[in-house]
């Protein structure tokens, strides 16, 4: 039961998981997400649930099905939301401003997730959105400007959004293409979320849809990228951090009433695991929550 949970546990993986039940792998209806959401934060391991991920296109949608449930639990249980903008920023704007008008405090979106492919995008976009939003900016992870943009979010005090997979064996980066990522924005102090084929703990094989005959391709496990992005604020070498991002043995992360260790050897404090959650990995999007519960619970460490 989630009270005899590991503090250590519970400061990694507290809100650590966005809803992103609207996309592929699961991409289910409207009605659907908006219910699982209802029930998972509601469940006991709702401490471990972030925000509902919605396209601003649907916000709309969203509000038709989820508007019943926003003032039930009262403000205490306001609904968080992080909402994907289109390609029209200032429209994007002008809706979530909208929407926070009339159902704020009980529904609120207070994160945006914003496609971006150049410094100077970075720069407009940051101006443009009222600083109430924490914006999370998804750049390509290859690239000659891929330094220059993470410069561009640290001098904007913006965050970075990096995608660790998809339901296609192509679309998921090399190790040392999320080690750049991961030690490129720990060094210019830009927190980050992931998203995208992570909703496993561990680094496994398995099939990337949920469609008979799907294709089969290697995961990254959420445990394994969140501990390097907490080692790489430790001056981790590359080569090392790469290890851990293709370590597929549950046996190599230990929990323990005072933090983590990696191969009995490399430890974090569960104060340390704290501070990376508040200032550096931020959250992962998932189409499942239930999951990386079952797994988690298989691996007994929830």
């Given at each position: 039961m989630s009270e005899h949970i590991q503090e250590s546990v519970r400061a990694l993986l507290a809100g650590i998981?966005?809803?992103?039940?609207?996309?592929?792998?699961?991409?289910?209806?409207?009605?659907?997400?908006?219910?699982?959401?209802?029930t998972y934060k509601?469940?006991?391991?709702?401490?471990?649930?972030?925000?509902?991920?919605?396209?601003?296109?649907?916000?709309?949608?969203?509000?038709?099905?989820?508007?019943?449930?926003?003032?039930r639990g009262g403000q205490q249980d306001a609904w968080k939301l992080s909402v994907l903008a289109s390609e029209d920023i200032y429209e994007t704007v002008r809706l979530v401003e909208d929407f926070n008008a009339e159902y704020a405090p009980y529904a609120e979106c207070d994160a945006l997730e914003i496609k971006a492919d150049s410094a100077s995008i970075i720069g407009e976009y940051a101006e443009a959105i009222p600083p109430q939003f924490t914006n999370y900016f998804e750049i390509p992870i290859v690239g000659k400007d891929f330094g220059e943009?993470?410069?561009?979010?640290?001098?904007?005090?913006?965050?970075?959004?990096?995608?660790t997979g998809g339901?296609?064996?192509?679309?998921?980066?090399?190790?040392d293409e999320i080690t750049r990522f991961i030690r490129t924005c720990s060094a210019a102090n830009?927190?980050?979320?992931?998203?995208?084929?992570?909703?496993?703990?561990?680094?496994?094989?398995?099939?990337?849809t949920y469609e008979k005959n799907a294709p089969v391709g290697m995961m990254?496990?959420?445990?394994?990228v969140f501990l390097a992005a907490a080692f790489a604020r430790q001056g981790f070498k590359p080569s090392l951090l790469n290890e851990l991002l293709e370590d597929e043995w549950a046996e190599s992360f230990i929990f323990d009433s005072h933090g983590v260790w990696w191969r009995?050897?490399?430890?974090?404090?569960?104060?340390?695991?704290?501070?990376?959650?508040?200032?550096?990995?931020?959250?992962?999007?998932?189409?499942?929550?239930?999951?990386?519960?079952?797994?988690?619970?298989d691996l007994e460490i929830l």
């Amino acid at each position: 039961m989630s009270e005899h949970i590991q503090e250590s546990v519970r400061a990694l993986l507290a809100g650590i998981v966005d809803y992103a039940g609207l996309f592929p792998p699961s991409a289910l209806s409207m009605p659907e997400a908006v219910i699982n959401y209802a029930t998972y934060k509601n469940s006991n391991y709702s401490w471990m649930l972030g925000r509902f991920v919605v396209p601003v296109s649907r916000l709309g949608e969203f509000t038709e099905s989820a508007k019943d449930f926003f003032t039930r639990g009262g403000q205490q249980d306001a609904w968080k939301l992080s909402v994907l903008a289109s390609e029209d920023i200032y429209e994007t704007v002008r809706l979530v401003e909208d929407f926070n008008a009339e159902y704020a405090p009980y529904a609120e979106c207070d994160a945006l997730e914003i496609k971006a492919d150049s410094a100077s995008i970075i720069g407009e976009y940051a101006e443009a959105i009222p600083p109430q939003f924490t914006n999370y900016f998804e750049i390509p992870i290859v690239g000659k400007d891929f330094g220059e943009m993470v410069v561009a979010l640290a001098m904007t005090k913006q965050r970075a959004k990096l995608r660790t997979g998809g339901t296609t064996p192509e679309a998921f980066p090399r190790p040392d293409e999320i080690t750049r990522f991961i030690r490129t924005c720990s060094a210019a102090n830009v927190p980050f979320k992931a998203t995208a084929g992570l909703h496993h703990p561990v680094r496994c094989q398995k099939s990337l849809t949920y469609e008979k005959n799907a294709p089969v391709g290697m995961m990254y496990g959420f445990l394994n990228v969140f501990l390097a992005a907490a080692f790489a604020r430790q001056g981790f070498k590359p080569s090392l951090l790469n290890e851990l991002l293709e370590d597929e043995w549950a046996e190599s992360f230990i929990f323990d009433s005072h933090g983590v260790w990696w191969r009995q050897e490399h430890f974090l404090s569960t104060a340390y695991l704290k501070l990376l959650r508040e200032r550096g990995a931020i959250s992962f999007g998932s189409c499942s929550f239930e999951e990386p519960i079952t797994d988690l619970q298989d691996l007994e460490i929830l």
